[in-house]
């Protein structure tokens, strides 16, 4: 049993194969967490609470003369609002009479095999071998009889639990919703750190590491979507964790559109957590019998370090989120027109382009950006998705006849949420963007953004993908979404309901996605923003892999992917070999090792094939090979992080694992070369200490303790931005 409830001690314990996560109803029915943490079985821990009188912390007035009893310290599930506690609180909302207070109550639970539900929203789902129970706790206020029903669901052997909350206004009176967590995490202690992933366009997850101080701390989005500049994911660890040492919890929310992650350490020393939707420009309008869905959030606790976290987050990322079957299925090895043409094409270069690119190993033509309308440039056309003859004689039903006469699978560039000023879409439908009356609309990148709060709106993109996809033979999309939101109104809608826009784009987007991605579980779809604007697990929920960054450059890359490890799986991350100079940063890097740092990922090229020389595309060839025999171990494997490219300059290093530790694959990127310099030694990681491996390119044979504990020298022959890759397998003595 996941879930137990103790009658008599009123107390709610959730079980993981590893963890234990313990709340009680207090005598006055408010529901105190006491635990989460590692394993401890079904005990009261509530004994960790002692009552003490706080001088100016009021307490409710049921207390009587009790002024022991304040909810300004005392641990929450559900913080209540507007009556004592003063710290960030899980839910804002206003009454029918203007009022700013919820104070909820235990009313009842259910108890129940299974994952919950929720509409419209992407969330986790139970594998064929997983063990998933639930619990649904009602906290009702009594006058406004507002309810808050707190939704736990417990992954046991995945040592997950993710959490929801539905908001049903149970009263007579509408009520307006303000501000709402997917979770709030008191801890009755502090000296945490905050771990989070922030950065910019083009160098997406560069990790933050500080210590939780007294105040609020937050990071968040309220671009409209989950950003560059922040990642919806972050970590609160023991102020000494490392990669393999320390207590880690993770909090992750599968959801694409603005929010928030803050962090408070407060008077007592206390910390707590709260994520959700970002509350700025926030409100929902709750008639009566109404009822709204926070997202979900996912937690994980390890209690050894980084690396294991990572490992609990990649596992139910890998099996529990992608509806796609392309989740479990060996990806295409993809070549991108993109860095190779940009808008400047036609039939016979992207041929050319394909052609070569068929004896690199290359899968799959990916079609970039450019193809529809009159889009010269990126002024124009967004919202027409009719090919441009000019370019393509053929159509584009042509040109995919034609890629596929060569043995090669064919792939698209969409960016559906947009549209360009100049478009015959716009044209006919000016009141179909996102704009403010009277006011002229910002432009980025040239484009608007089309009203995804609207059906209608909705209804016909859907239309117009669904034609692309029924009448040409098409593989593989790029799902591509270039500005964030600004002038967030929407012509459809009343005056009390322009706070919900920004929440209803994003159900609009999970609409349109559920009737073009879902409807079409053979095309093979990949997410992109600007790159790795939106890599959240909600994209993740209906695109296997996302384009992880337009920064192709491999030593920025080591930055970029190694943050994005943290939360997401290597099968998700898109990484290709690109030309050098490189587009972005005209830095110069070996062929080989930009080769090495795209198959950290789903690995692919950007660059124009006919202008490599024959040595060039044998060395490509020889890269798709090599990632196509180690795929297994890079898309399926364990991922261990060996140094942390912020921290130590010199060289970095990681190793992916098969996780029945036969085999692995070790790479090294040297980034800063020094002459003269010291002679560095690597220790690996997650090999079976007692077995024995060779490792392709040395001599010998070497014990799994051995490789861990005393570990391999850096080769001293290596230059700056040279690197090695090691395949490691076992040979004897493990178990297999
Ligand atoms: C975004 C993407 C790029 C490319 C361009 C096309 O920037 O991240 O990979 O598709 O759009 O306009």
Redesign the pocket.
Known sequence: MSIIYNESKKTYTLLTAETAYQMKVSEYGYLLHLYYGRRVEDEDLSYLIQLQDRGFSPCPNELGNDRTFSLDFLPQEFSTDGNCDYRTGSIEVENGDGSRIFVGKVLKHKIYDGKYQIHGMPSLHAGENDTVQTLEIWLQDEVSRVTAVLCYSVFEEKNIITRTVRVENSGDHPVKLKGIMSVTLDFMDSGYDFIHFDGRHMMERELTRQPVAYGIQSIGSIRGSSSHQHNPFAILCESGAGEDWGGCYGFSLVYSGNFICSVEKDQFDQTRLNMGIHPKHFSFLLKPGDVFEAPEAVMAYSDRGLTHLSHLYHDAYRENLCRSPWASRIRPVVI?S?EAAYFDFDDEKLLNIAREAADMGVDLFVL???WFGKRDD?CSSLGDWQEDTQKLKHGLKGLSDEIHRMGLQFGL?I?PEMVSEDSDLYRSHPDWCLHVPKRPVSRGRYQLVLDLSRKDVCDHIIQSINNILDNVQIEYI?W?M?RNITETWSAASEKERQGEIYHRYILGLYYIMDHTILTHPDILFCG????GGRYDPAMLYYQPQI?CS?DTDAVCRLKIQYGTSFAYPISTLESHVSVCPNHQTMRTVPLATRGVVAMDGIFGFELDSTKLSKEEKDACRIQSETYKKYYPIIADGDYYRLTDPFQFTEYTAWQHVTKDRTESLFSLVLTEKEPNDAQRYIRLKGLDPKAWYEIGGLPGRFSGSLLMNAGLPVPGSLGQYSSVQYHIQMISGGKR
């Open positions: 991108n993109w970039d950006d450019g990126d560039w960016e790029k591509d270039n992109c923003s600007g790159g384009w337009d």
